[in-house]
């Protein structure tokens, strides 16, 4: 008995302590994992640009219409990468698209196999290239001043005919980039 009368005694005050209104917000005790932040302003474009995943920036709908297969993602400490394989009727003109996310490399920082020329993809500015090795194509679009992602095709026969699949996939990225 005298503890459950303890037990409503305490019931008591705890409730009536809780009859008085104070102006602002609540907030949490820190740690506590219920209590979630929230932010006044919108993320940087540095922030931003540090979410983007390569293999998310073609989605399965674009992927079908490039007439792409399943992704391989690779990564190393400054860049992460998502190869697609386009296959063809006849296999010499198959070829890859590459999403390729630098991290530490401007549009400006691009080493090509021939002279880049200026491209506007959407909101982004950018630049389009034969690839310095083999035959393909690179569209390199600015993210932030300090970083890129690079659409490239490779394959087989004429770099200028594979920048039309490039150019085509780099619009597909380009809306999906902060």
Same mark, same amino acid.
């Given at each position: 008995?005298?503890?459950?009368? +303890? !037990? +409503?005694?305490?019931?008591?005050? +705890? ?6 209104? $104070?102006? !602002? ?6 740690? =506590?994992? &219920?209590? $979630?932040?929230?932010? /006044? ?15 998310? +920036?073609?989605?399965?709908? =674009?992927?079908?219409?490039?007439? #792409? ?6 990564? /190393? ?31 400006? /920082? ?12 959407? !909101? ?23 970083? &890129?992602? /690079? ?6 026969? =004429? ?8 150019? #085509? ?10």
């Amino acid at each position: 008995m005298r503890r459950s009368l +303890l !037990g +409503l005694v305490l019931g008591f005050a +705890l409730v009536a302590g809780c009859t008085s209104q $104070t102006a !602002g917000s609540p907030t949490g005790v820190a740690g =506590d994992p &219920r209590v $979630t932040t929230t932010r /006044d302003t919108a993320p940087t474009s540095a922030e931003a640009a540090q979410s983007i995943k390569p293999c998310s +920036l073609l989605s399965a709908a =674009d992927l079908r219409v490039l007439g #792409a297969g399943a992704g391989v993602f690779e990564e /190393d400490k400054n860049s992460e990468s998502c190869m697609w394989r386009v296959e063809k009727p006849i296999a010499s003109e198959g070829y890859l698209i590459g999403v390729t996310y630098e991290k530490a490399l401007a549009v400006g /920082d691009l080493v090509a196999g021939g002279k880049p020329t200026q491209v506007q993809v959407g !909101g982004h500015k950018g630049v389009k290239a034969p690839v310095v090795t083999g035959v393909g194509c690179v569209v390199s679009l600015e993210v932030t001043a300090t970083s &890129r992602v /690079d659409v490239r095709t490779l394959g087989r026969g =004429d770099s200028e005919a594979l920048c039309e699949p490039a150019m #085509a996939a780099a619009e597909k990225v380009e809306a999906r980039l902060p």
